[in-house]
């Protein structure tokens, strides 16, 4: 169990549906990441948020949207669902603040992964 | 822009052989990380390890070893005597800057550990 929770594992729904894929990081981690596996596209980075606010946006289309909130647990809402949307979709969450409350913004954190959300579009 | 290349899709191996997974990176950033990721059957990603641009020494862990190489741009990962429960999808990820933390994924390769 690698901390980070995502919920539901499986969804299939229709296209022109709206779904909402929900994560819990690992306890303590403020960081939160969106991505999509796909056949055809592979691991790509959808959105990070920080502490509550957007940090970094990747390959996320407009009917994609996401937050997080003040417990820092994340939702990615996907809506107007088309037959490519098919994927895995994994949270991921990084970054502990320091027992001095400092965050250690240098260097690269790693990125602990859920087990992931596999939506079908039928 | 960054460029994570695993030119293997597919490698099968017999239990016991070593076997090496390519990994060739670009990026313009003189500071940057480098990962690799497993993810088995069953789905979930793991790390495995992180190397920074600064660190080029190779590291050992128990079967798994890594070969960081900035002179080729490659971060090439061995498993010595492998097991069928190293069969798994093997990402090699890298991701920009000093404080960069999002990463950009290689395509991965498929290791298949026949018994």
């Known amino acids: 169990d690698s901390g980070v929770t995502q919920t539901p594992k499986h969804l299939i729904t229709a296209t022109g549906q709206r779904v909402t894929l929900r994560c819990s990081p690992r306890?303590?981690?403020?960081?939160v990441y969106w991505y999509q596996q796909s056949l055809d596209q592979g691991l790509q980075f959808l959105i990070q948020?920080?502490?509550?606010?957007?940090?970094a946006k990747g390959n996320i289309l407009e009917r994609f949207s996401a937050q997080q909130f003040p417990d820092l647990h994340s939702e990615l809402n996907l809506s107007s669902l088309e037959l490519g949307d098919s994927a895995l979709y994994f949270c991921?969450?990084?970054?502990?603040?320091?027992?001095?409350?400092?965050?250690?913004?240098?260097?690269?954190?790693?990125?602990?992964f859920g087990a992931g959300s596999r939506l079908t579009v039928l | 822009a960054q460029k994570v290349t695993q030119a293997q899709t597919e490698i099968s191996v017999v239990e016991k052989e070593d076997v090496t997974l390519d990994c060739v990176y670009e990026?313009?950033?003189?500071?940057?990380?480098l990962f690799w990721y497993k993810q088995p059957p069953s789905g979930e990603l793991v790390f495995l390890i992180r190397?920074?641009?600064?660190?080029?020494q190779n590291e050992i862990s128990g079967r798994y070893s890594w070969n960081f190489q900035k002179s080729t741009s490659s971060f090439n990962f061995t498993i010595t005597a492998s097991q069928v429960v190293d069969s798994a999808v093997y990402f090699c990820?890298?991701?920009?800057?000093?404080?960069?933390?999002?990463?950009?994924f290689g395509t991965g390769t498929r290791l298949t550990v026949i018994p």
């Open positions: 990026t313009r950033d003189t500071t940057y990380y």
């Open positions: 991921a969450s990084s970054v502990k603040p320091l027992p001095s409350g400092q965050i250690v913004t240098s260097g690269a954190n790693v990125l602990t």
């Open positions: 948020y920080y502490n509550g606010e957007e940090r």
């Open positions: 306890s303590g981690d403020l960081s």
């Open positions: 190397r920074n641009s600064f660190d080029e």
């Open positions: 990820a890298l991701s920009e800057g000093a404080g960069a933390n999002n990463l950009f």
